[in-house]
């Protein structure tokens, strides 16, 4: 099992780059192989952020995920071909989706499971070094003002392997990824979506469409595993509370995520309905976080001191070693970011 670190920038907001870059460098001594930034407008660019990683650390990196509002690809094939010439090899990874529950507040986002499909498909030939026209595109030619009829092809060629990973965990999403990528990254909801018995079921659509559309070949699964690790065990679970709300209430406006899913987490289906209704009624954080329970924090984190999430974190990978997953990727990490990198690579890394 590898292990993966994503620097979740809006959370890293008081870290410049230095900052990261030395993160960066601790997490790889760590035995860290893989090291993942998020797209986020307001906060710190992603690939600007890449570049510096790549100049310093000889890792793999990747963005998990990058919007497919934010970015036009072939904007997005020029940065990520760029970055690989500073690379010596190591693999830049992209995964790709519509973003968190947010992104509809900030862009128009039409269409998305047309743009994700269309994006991966034109992002790949882009970086193959084919030629594109946006009339075989027409939902991203509207999107991003693109003249359908001109040719656009990279002029110069990536200089080291880019993959491209889906980031929608939803089922048409996942067929969408299963079709045209070469992995999946499973996010936030991981460990809920496990322990609601619905991951064979997400894996089996990724792989279904894989087969039909006849795009074999070893497709690599990544679990985002939500951490918040401190010697303090107040910090540490406070820290993750907001999120966990968030998370869950995204899974609750899936079909396929009811009352029974959530009891069987241990997170009583009323108090979902509470949340919900607080959310709805526009609850400000502070006020937002008092309907989040225990049992929500502990359904989508790893939540509290070293001890407690060394054993937790034994069992969640084994569990994705079970569902056939080859690396965690640690999110978040906890209230003190370079406490928290600290912890984990001293005392639960060790442990896996």
């Known amino acids: 099992m590898q292990v993966g670190v994503q ?16 993160l960066g460098k601790t997490a790889k001594a760590a035995g860290v192989s ?3 930034v998020t797209d986020n407008l307001q906060s710190r660019n992603a690939f600007v952020v890449l570049a510096a990683l790549a100049s310093q650390i000889p890792i793999n990196l990747g963005t998990a ?3 497919q509002y934010f970015r036009n690809p072939v904007d997005l ?26 992104t509809p507040n900030l862009v128009n986002s039409p269409k998305p499971i047309s743009i994700l499909r269309q994006t991966a498909q034109s992002l790949r030939r882009l970086l193959d070094g084919e030629t594109v026209r946006f009339n075989d595109y027409p939902a991203l030619a509207s999107y991003f003002n693109f003249n359908p009829d001109f040719e656009f092809t990279l002029n110069f060629n990536p200089k080291t392997p880019i993959r491209l990973y889906c980031g929608a965990n939803a089922p048409l999403g996942l067929a969408v990824g299963g079709e045209t990528m070469e992995g999946l990254i499973y996010g936030g909801e991981f460990k809920a979506v496990v322990n609601a018995g619905q991951m064979p079921e997400a894996l089996a659509t ?50 396929t995520f009811g009352p029974e899913e959530f009891s069987r987490l241990g997170v009583d289906p009323r108090d979902m309905e509470r949340l919900d209704i ?43 070693q079970d569902h056939g997953y080859q690396q965690l990727m640690f999110s978040e990490l906890g209230p003190d970011v370079n ?14």
């Open 77 to 102: 094939a020029d940065s990520l071909a760029a970055i690989s010439e500073i690379m010596d090899g190591d693999e830049l990874s992209v995964g790709l989706a519509r973003g968190n529950g947010n």
């Open 206 to 255: 990724y792989q279904r469409a894989a087969e039909t559309a006849g795009n074999g070949g070893g497709h690599t699964r990544i679990a985002e595993i939500k951490l918040s690790i401190s010697k303090d065990e107040s910090h540490a679970r406070q820290f993750a509370r907001h999120t966990s709300g968030r998370r869950l209430l995204n899974l609750s406006r899936r079909s």
């Open 7 to 22: 620097f979740h920038l809006p959370t890293y907001k008081d870290h410049p780059v230095p900052e990261l870059v030395s």
């Open 65 to 67: 995920v990058t919007v």
């Open 278 to 320: 607080a959310e709805r009624e526009g609850a400000g954080h502070d006020r937002f976080g008092q309907f989040v329970t225990d049992e929500m924090i502990d359904a989508v984190f790893v939540a509290g001191t070293p001890d407690f999430c060394r054993e937790r974190m034994i069992e969640v990978s084994q569990t994705a």
């Open 34 to 36: 893989q090291i993942w």
């Open 339 to 352: 406490e928290s990198m600290g912890l984990l690579c001293n005392d639960v890394l060790p442990a896996l």
